[in-house]
């Protein structure tokens, strides 16, 4: 990294921190630190729900995707925007008539105490690991690439969430992300354009796509219904659509961001224009992630894309096997990089050569093969190094091939987005931890102000608690994956519970207790056995709870006639 990207980086997120702490500070009762007096506009509502979910693995992560996958990711989000007009027609206006703080209020007037306090529990333990993930992942991709101290650059990140945060609570998360997604689409939109630029100059977009798709990159949707396929048409529009719904209707990292809207029409506008453009920025995500590889079809690739394996490598007894391997892909890339030239010259004449598809293909089974073998001889080096470098791929290309000042900016985009979805998060958490276990059964006569400090304390506890946690981070292996993974081990029956509550009038606090409780327990046991791709337990976690509890209810109420 050169000076100017040193002073793009520090001055983009030292002007987010400061502009967030400056134009929220002095909250002086509980609804303006929590729900920010009501006063967001829908587009600022908006654009704070899709900075919540577009954490820093979502700009690390996704590109490195679609390099190795391919653009069937995007189906994950399919089912999204209906999820979105659910939640804006049945849980927004519930939420608003009754003046709810956080989303589990509701449960108490719904059903009892008890259950309010089972979802605000699940709630803080998939939210407070997840917290520390979102600080943990990008923080060990850039230690590893820039050499940087993982634990300091653990703790530079949660600290310059906490600031914000602490000082102006939910409306400083919403203004800060509006500065925050400015940043990551400028970066994005830069890179995309840059990427083009790089390619050789005979080339069109046209092209690249041509080339992307002869290496199966663009195959967008899968109509598979293997349930161990893990990204399908089927996965997405149904486990992809109770994942949605858990996480933006019953999550308080999300919906603290909606309750602060104006009104009701408010808020269901920010999660419409939510819906409406999230499936498009992930499309264009993996597109980049797309073009990167396109790109590497005409420039040096390395055998694996963390630097740590090669260090790793180089320092163990099969440093010259390894070697060997990358003079293969060596000599692999430049024949690559003559077939793609050739096919680009026939792709220019109007002809789709099939002959040469083939030929790329085969090349792309070769490189794939040398990749295989390079990560057994990593893990014979380390067995505990970590051999998958999806989330490197993206960084590797920003560090060696953009120009500077612009590195700067996409680490500052890296950086916004981890520090976005943190911020949620502690939010979250500590509105949840003050409202729904601290302010329900502290005594009464404290008064607004005293709420507001707890609240505050409790957004530092948090924070401390995720900072410890991604420091201890290490102790763990493929955390990166693991965040869609933990949501939906617990979403499901939350979901479920807010169901039941919403549409099944007839089940009382006892049945959906213990249904909810019963319900999480077989979730465990079905993640253990692995079984389904981890986004079916949404869909099963909902569906066991839901007819659990009314199972249970018929139950207790023969029991309650024969009695």
């Not at 500065?179 to 970066?187: A, D, L, N, Y």
């Not at 096919?343 to 598809?357: A, F, K, T």
């Not at 420091?471 to 939906?488: A, D, H, K, M, R």
């Not at 986004?535 to 839901?546: D, K, R």
Request: contains cysteine.
């Amino acid at each position: 990294m050169q000076q100017l990207d040193w002073i793009v980086l520090s001055a983009t997120l030292l002007f987010i921190v400061f502009y967030g702490v400056w134009k929220t500070k002095g909250s002086q009762n509980v609804e303006d630190y929590i729900l920010g007096n009501n006063q967001t506009p829908w587009y600022v509502v908006g654009l704070s729900v899709m900075a919540t979910q577009a954490s820093a693995i979502t700009f690390l992560s996704t590109p490195g995707q679609a390099y190795h996958d391919g653009m069937g990711f995007v189906q994950f989000y399919f089912g999204l925007p209906l999820a979105m007009v659910v939640i804006s027609f049945t849980f927004i206006p519930i939420y608003h008539r009754l003046k709810v703080f956080t989303a589990y209020e509701y449960l108490e007037e719904r059903f009892d105490l008890k259950t309010r306090s089972l979802a605000s529990i699940l709630f803080l333990i998939q939210r407070g690991l997840g917290t520390g993930l979102t600080i943990y992942a990008p923080a060990i991709i850039l230690s590893a690439l820039l050499g940087w101290n993982l634990t300091i650059m653990n703790i530079v990140i949660g600290v310059l969430v906490i600031i914000y945060t602490f000082a102006g609570g939910t409306k400083a998360v919403n203004v800060t992300q509006k500065q925050q997604m400015f940043v990551i689409m400028t970066g994005m939109f830069a890179t995309f354009f840059l990427i083009l630029h790089l390619l050789p100059n005979d080339m069109t977009f046209s092209n690249a796509l041509h080339i992307a798709g002869a290496n199966h990159k663009m195959d967008i949707v899968d109509f598979s219904i293997d349930p161990e396929t893990r990204y399908t048409f089927w996965s997405g529009i149904t486990g992809g659509f109770f994942l949605a719904l858990s996480y933006f209707g019953t999550d308080q990292s999300q919906v603290g961001r909606y309750l602060s809207g104006k009104s009701i029409r408010e808020s269901q506008m920010g999660l419409i224009m939510n819906g409406f453009l999230k499936v498009p920025m992930q499309f264009f995500i993996l597109l980049i992630g797309v073009m990167v590889f396109v790109f590497f079809q005409f420039n040096p690739v390395p055998l694996n894309f963390n630097p740590n394996n090669r260090i790793v490598v180089e320092n163990s007894p099969y440093k010259a096997e390894y070697e060997a391997i990358e003079n293969k892909l060596s000599k692999l890339s430049e024949e690559k990089k003559e077939i793609n030239l050739i096919y680009i010259d026939h792709l220019n004449q109007n002809y789709d050569n099939p002959i040469l598809r083939k030929e790329l293909v085969a090349i792309s089974s070769k490189e794939n093969d040398l990749r295989d073998q390079a990560r057994e001889v990593i893990a014979k080096a380390d067995p505990k190094a970590e051999t998958n470098d999806k989330d490197y791929v993206f960084i590797h290309f920003i560090l060696n091939y953009l120009p500077k000042g612009l590195i700067g900016l996409l680490l500052a985009v890296i950086l916004s987005a981890a520090m976005s979805s943190t911020a949620s998060g502690l939010n979250a958490l500590a509105s949840t931890t003050a409202i729904d276990i601290y302010k329900r059964n502290v005594g009464p006569g404290k008064t607004e102000k005293h709420f507001v400090n707890a609240t505050q304390f409790f957004t530092l506890l948090w924070g401390v608690i995720a900072i410890l946690f991604a420091c201890v981070g290490t102790l763990f292996e493929n955390l990166i994956q693991l965040v869609n993974i933990v949501g939906s081990i617990f979403y499901g029956t939350v979901l479920g519970i807010f169901l039941v509550g919403f549409y099944i009038k007839f089940v009382q606090a006892k049945a959906i207790f213990w249904g909810a409780v019963v319900s999480q327990l077989l979730i465990f046991y079905i993640y253990y056995l692995d079984i389904v791709s981890f986004l079916w337990l949404n869909f099963i976690g909902a569906l066991l709870t839901v007819c659990l509890s009314m199972i249970l209810q018929i139950s207790f109420g023969k029991k309650e006639i024969q009695e």
